[in-house]
């Protein structure tokens, strides 16, 4: 018989770690994700977030700490970690020289579902993610989205309660992200446990009910989407300016008039800075022209998670202003 989590987590972590030589990837995480839940986990390149991930999903040994996943430990019952859980990875698994169905099949088979079921898991996975007129088609003939669909099919077909997905919608167009996204919600209200990392703030907003934020191997920041936005954005002065160059001169202007330190993200041109209900735009607008700078747009908005993050983290070539 099967143990069962007592605690109600699906996943849970005490002080996990993995390291490289003298370098930590990921160091005192902690964990706990109650079952039927998102959890986004988000961070820059080089965060963390695929290293958790390969601890969890029992293909990298952890350095110090434990973790369990559906109520097993990684390490000592991996075995049944892997019975439980779907994964869907960057790289692409599936086999560009056989069909879409046949990929499918044969996983269903792995997992030991007679073949009769696993054909029928297999059709109804390809018609939930609109890939059924491409059933008999070769999968290297697939664009990279239909591949995306299916490598997260090819997760599902054992219905695992527990489901990673490590950028699940990277190179997606945005009408197949939101038929993901939709897919995502489905799956959820049906009890599957979702642990997800994206590059796409948007979709953790809109997906996550929990949030943990690397920032060098190292949780950073923990709360729900609306929680985060609260502690550290608010309200924000938004200016985009004209030329780079400019960046770092609408930075100590901005940082002049609003209610605290400007940061600066180079990837769009942009700059941000906390508003008060003191914080007007004309005196930022006075500001920005007086230091000569050129700017296309000045807005006041809510904050994002993308404010948060780059608040909280500093990945290359987006830093705060002092």
Not at 5 to 17: C, D, E, S
Not at 28 to 34: A, C, G, K, N, R
Not at 189 to 201: K, M, N
């Amino acid at each position: 018989m099967r143990q069962e989590n007592q605690t109600g987590a699906a996943i849970a972590t005490t002080g996990l770690g993995k390291r490289y030589g003298e370098q930590w990837a990921l160091r005192d995480f902690d964990l706990e994700v109650p079952t039927g839940t998102v959890l986004g986990l988000l961070g820059h390149n080089g965060a963390g977030k695929t290293t958790a991930i390969r601890i969890l999903t029992t293909l990298a040994l952890p350095t110090a700490g434990s973790a369990t996943v559906a109520g097993h430990d990684v390490v000592a019952e991996s075995a049944r970690v892997r019975e439980r859980i779907g994964l869907t990875s960057q790289a692409a698994t599936v086999d560009g020289l056989m069909s879409a169905g046949a990929n499918l099949e044969m996983i269903g088979r792995l997992y030991h579902l007679p073949r009769r079921i696993a054909r029928e898991r297999a059709g109804e996975l390809l018609e939930r993610l609109d890939l059924t007129d491409a059933a008999d088609k070769l999968v290297r003939d697939f664009s990279g989205g239909m591949r995306r669909r299916l490598d997260l099919a090819a997760s599902l077909v054992a219905a695992p309660p527990v489901l990673f997905l490590d950028e699940p919608t990277t190179g997606l167009d945005p009408e197949s992200r939101n038929d993901l996204w939709s897919l995502l919600r489905d799956l959820v209200s049906d009890g599957t446990t979702l642990l997800l990392t994206t590059q796409y703030l948007e979709e953790a907003d809109r997906l996550a009910d929990r949030i943990v934020l690397l920032d060098h191997g190292e949780v950073a920041a923990t709360g729900s989407p609306s929680e985060l936005k609260a502690r550290h954005g608010g309200e924000r002065i938004a200016v985009t300016v004209a030329a780079d160059g400019q960046l770092e001169h609408a930075a100590s202007a901005l940082t002049g008039v609003a209610a605290g330190p400007a940061e600066v993200d180079r990837e769009q041109s942009l700059v941000t800075a906390p508003a008060s209900e003191a914080t007007r735009l004309i005196e930022v607008v006075r500001a920005l022209d007086q230091a000569g700078v050129e700017a296309t747009d000045v807005h006041r908005r809510e904050a994002t998670l993308d404010d948060v993050f780059l608040s909280i983290t500093r990945p290359n070539g987006k830093e705060a202003s002092a």
